[in-house]
């Protein structure tokens, strides 16, 4: 039996094209979604471009047929807008908030309809939450999710007779049978001895070599960073790969992912000028709002949403302050040096939109933080020579329409696993400090 599903708000400012998501079922859109959405279409934020991108869509549709009466989709599914209705609801439950008028019309559908699925897709929690203890299936809309504990980790363990151990270290080299068939390309592998767990090697698979290969090394670290972990060696490898254009790192605090990002990318840029700039962003939450009303020009508005970028360049820099960090490669010299020869800018992803990248090393932290659809407007944007590093926790989600199994970190890192052309670690240990391990851990 074909199944109706009444679409929230949020779902479409999510996902503009949902309508289409459904298969060969009916859509049908309260008309006060219809009136939410009209107040969002002169929005320049990304909320604003999926509102005028879903009216647009809606209203060519109208020229097949009457919303009212139903408008056949593509996939053979039925889109309808349907008006209000009078349908009463428990006395908590107002009816002057658009949210319980949508919920309403969903149970009237239910109660005309008895025996057909109702289903209610919603990002709103506590508006699922009401709609089962009003008796009416609700659902996140999830077009691709995936719990993080099941995410794809780019690495494995993998035991092996000592020979080829000894046999990779000697030719730098392992053909490994049935290699493409077992591992991801870029996929990182720990060779184990099976008989002496400590005579051990790391390795990456190429896909275009069809064998395990090492993992790139720089004997001078980068800018005085040296890998503590497996996991920091292979990001390293990810990062300075010049064949690798697309790298995820998912990790929690403190495990170094922007750290590490950020200075293989001012090796890149500032040593090496293989790319002309280190473009270095982050969302200023939620993607594509405006900086707001802080006082001061642009620079100062941002400094509170970037800090967390500048700490990480001056400690490479050595700025902040003596012992250690003032030995380091570049002391004295600043982040703003860099910034004013054009060699390093750091900005936050709002304009974004509509720009090409070309030749640049482009890091996006706290990516968790963006919807799929706001990922793929970065990826795209990417011009020749790009190469693009994405960071981020899918614990510590602050968008409120994407968690920990939809955000767009983790639909990236599903749907570029197979491809050649890009590098994944999940980061476990944690190195910034041992309070900071424990607080991960424990709070």
Same mark, same amino acid.
């Given at each position: @039996? ?13 996902? %503009? ?10 859509? +049908? ?7 939410? +959405? ?5 929005? @320049? ?15 060519? @549709? ?25 349908? %009463? ?15 309403? =019309? ?27 203890? &009003? ?7 999830? %077009? ?26 000697? /030719?730098?080299?392992?053909? !490994? ?8 390309? /870029? ?94 962003? $982050? ?11 802080? %006082? ?36 004295? $010299?600043?982040?703003?040096? =860099? ?13 974004? $939109? ?7 090393? &482009? ?17 795209? $944007? ?28 983790? !639909? ?32």
């Amino acid at each position: @039996m074909r199944k109706a599903f009444v679409l929230d708000t949020n779902v479409l400012l999510f996902d %503009p094209n949902a309508i289409f998501k459904f298969g060969n079922n009916d859509i +049908i859109i309260p008309i006060v979604v219809v009136e939410e +959405i009209d107040r969002f279409k002169r929005e @320049m934020s990304e909320n604003g471009r999926h509102a005028r991108h879903f009216s647009r869509v809606v209203d060519a @549709m109208r020229v097949g047929g009457e919303l009212s009466k139903g408008v056949k989709l593509p996939n053979g599914g039925i889109l309808t807008v349907e008006l209000g209705t009078e349908q %009463p609801l428990p006395f908590e439950l107002q009816m002057d908030k658009a949210d319980n008028r949508i919920l309403a =019309l969903a149970i009237t559908l239910k109660k005309e309809q008895p025996k057909r699925p109702i289903v209610f897709v919603t990002k709103d929690i506590n508006l699922r939450i009401k709609s089962d203890a &009003l008796g009416v299936l609700a659902e996140d809309y999830e %077009p691709s999710s995936v719990e993080p504990d099941q995410l794809y980790t780019g690495v494995v363990n993998l035991a092996v007779d000592a020979h080829l151990v000894d046999e990779f270290y000697a /030719n730098k080299r392992l053909a !490994y049978p049935e290699a493409a068939k077992l591992f991801k390309p /870029n996929q990182y592998l720990i060779l184990k001895d099976s008989a002496n767990p400590n005579h051990t090697a790391m390795a990456r698979y190429s896909k275009e070599l069809d064998a395990l290969v090492p993992v790139i090394k720089p004997p001078e670290g980068l800018w005085g960073i040296f890998p503590k972990n497996a996991e920091q060696a292979f990001a390293i490898d990810a990062l300075l790969n010049d064949e690798i254009k697309l790298v995820s790192l998912v990790g929690k605090a403190g495990t170094g992912k922007t750290l590490l990002a950020i200075a293989a990318g001012l090796a890149k840029t500032v040593d090496e000028g293989v790319y002309h700039r280190l473009l270095v962003s $982050r969302p200023v939450f939620p993607l594509g709002k405006d900086i707001g009303y802080l %006082p001061g020009d642009i620079e100062e508005k941002l400094n509170p949403w970037m800090q967390p970028i500048y700490d990480n360049v001056d400690f490479l820099f050595g700025a902040t302050g003596g012992g250690k960090g003032a030995s380091r490669r570049g002391a004295g $010299r600043g982040a703003q040096e =860099l910034m004013n020869q054009g060699l390093l800018q750091i900005e936050p992803l709002t304009y974004i $939109r509509g720009r090409t990248i070309p030749q640049q090393y &482009l890091i996006v932290d706290e990516s968790q933080n963006l919807t799929p659809h706001e990922v793929k407007t970065i990826i795209t $944007r990417a011009g020749d020579g790009t190469k693009i590093v994405l960071t981020g926790d899918s614990y510590q989600i602050d968008n409120p329409y994407v968690d920990s199994a939809n955000n767009g970190l983790v !639909y990236l890192v599903e749907k570029f696993k197979d491809e050649a052309i890009s590098a994944h670690v999940t980061f476990t240990k944690g190195e910034r400090s041992k309070l900071s391990e424990l607080a991960s851990n424990l709070l």
